[in-house]
């Protein structure tokens, strides 16, 4: 069989809803065509989402409730060593008044995140969010990544299910994907040799999921990975996802070199082709994950626009702040009116909805009079 019939096979294949190998989904990331992929995605994400659903979104904010950092991780420019005069520990009053901005303009999700900070316990994290379920009863927390639990369960000295159940008692309502870079170790000691390995960033997520919480999953590729290892890091995942179905989403992002010390051990920044074939490669590999979300953090919103083309059917959220990609040079400021008008251009209907996908505002394409 030659590679370009095999490729084709394993379009159709997946097109119709069957499970890629590791070596299918190697074959497709190396030697597949950009439309060709985009079409298998495509049939793929009609399956779970038929074009009648509108693609959707989240009216979110970031909050980085601190960035002291003693991860040190190569491709971040956002952190401030422990000893630094530049990191900050935000008051409650601060985040407050920001929360505040979020529930004005709408706000359904914070998404609250910092860096490893070797003096916060657990009993920072429970007051910090016992305090905003007081005051918001109705906000979904989506906050701490696998990394900040890790590092909590360090700090305070306890067990991860003990740091898990605290959290959701104190307030915490789901829990984002950051800190997985790739789920690769090879990966994971070249650029972020002091966080958390990729097994356990794995065995937090399990187990949050076992606990009930929902979660997304990430994946930042264009680093010092190879192809092969990309295919690896959706593996890993699907696995867990076919024990616990506890991801809700997945999202790619490409490394944003930028002012970060891994910048000079990449040689080949990743393009808009590279972006598009992860999407749907993505989509192809992740049979058991309903939603893919688009990055118009690090994408911005024409290419964001474009990758519902090819499997994904969100646009993330409307992150009214966005620090740490900004820190490394990239700066995308994508309004709630430019996201809808982007999907409405695109040929689908708009949603508002909640972090677990339920639909709470629409916003019907304006038909024209030719029918567009």
Same mark, same amino acid.
């Given at each position: 069989?030659?590679?370009?019939h095999?490729?084709?096979q ?5 097109? !119709? ?19 060709? &992929?985009?079409?298998?995605? #495509? =049939? ?17 904010? #970031?909050?980085?409730?601190? #960035? ?22 935000l ?14 303009a709408g ?9 490893? #900070?070797? !003096? ?8 910090? &969010? ?22 909590? *369960? ?7 299910? =003990?740091? &898990?159940?605290?959290?959701?008692? @104190? ?30 960033? +794995?065995?937090?997520?399990? *187990?949050?999921?076992? $606990?009930? $919480? ?10 010092? !990975? ?7 890091? $959706? ?8 024990? *616990? ?30 972006? +598009? ?26 290419l ?19 620090n ?12 709630? @009116? ?23 505002e629409h916003?019907?394409?304006? $038909?024209t009079?030719?029918?567009?």
């Amino acid at each position: 069989m030659t590679t370009e019939h095999a490729i084709k096979q394993t379009l159709l294949k997946a097109a !119709e809803g069957k499970r890629l190998s590791f070596e299918e989904g190697v074959l497709l990331i190396k030697h597949a065509e950009l439309l060709e &992929l985009g079409w298998a995605a #495509n =049939e793929v994400r009609k399956r779970l989402h038929p074009d009648s659903e509108p693609i959707t979104y989240v009216i979110d904010r #970031n909050v980085n409730y601190t #960035n002291y950092c003693d991860a040190y991780c190569t491709f971040c420019a956002f952190y401030a060593a422990p000893s630094s005069k530049k990191g900050y520990v935000l008051p409650y009053e601060v985040i407050k008044t920001k929360i505040d901005e979020l529930i004005e303009a709408g706000g359904t999700q914070l998404l609250i995140q910092g860096g490893h #900070n070797p !003096e916060l316990g657990i009993e920072f994290y429970e007051a910090m &969010l016992g305090n905003i379920r007081r005051d918001f009863p109705a906000l979904t927390i989506h906050g701490l990544s696998p990394s900040e639990i890790d590092h909590i *369960t360090r700090t305070s000295k306890i067990s991860l299910e =003990e740091a &898990l159940q605290r959290l959701v008692k @104190a307030g915490l309502s789901s829990i984002p994907g950051g800190g997985a870079e790739m789920l690769v170790e090879r990966v994971k000691n070249i650029i972020s040799p002091l966080k958390m390995s990729a097994e356990r960033w +794995l065995e937090v997520m399990e *187990t949050a999921q076992r $606990l009930g $919480l929902r979660t997304t999953a990430t994946m930042m590729y264009g680093t010092v !990975e190879t192809l092969e290892e990309r295919i690896e890091h $959706l593996i890993r995942l699907r696995d867990v996802q076919d024990r *616990t179905g506890g991801f809700t989403a997945f999202i790619a992002w490409s490394f944003q070199p930028g002012d970060t010390p891994l910048a000079k051990k990449v040689t080949r920044p990743s393009t808009a082709t590279d972006y +598009l074939k992860m999407v749907a490669v993505s989509r192809l590999m992740l049979d058991n994950i309903k939603n893919v979300q688009t990055s118009w953090v690090t994408q911005g919103s024409g290419l964001g626009q474009a990758a519902f083309a090819f499997g994904a059917n969100d646009f993330g959220g409307t992150m009214m702040e966005e620090n740490v990609v900004s820190a490394a040079g990239t700066y995308h400021d994508v309004s709630l @009116a430019t996201m809808i008008t982007c999907i409405h251009q695109a040929g689908y209907d708009a949603a508002k909805r909640d972090t677990q996908y339920a639909i709470l505002e629409h916003h019907p394409r304006q $038909l024209t009079a030719v029918g567009v």
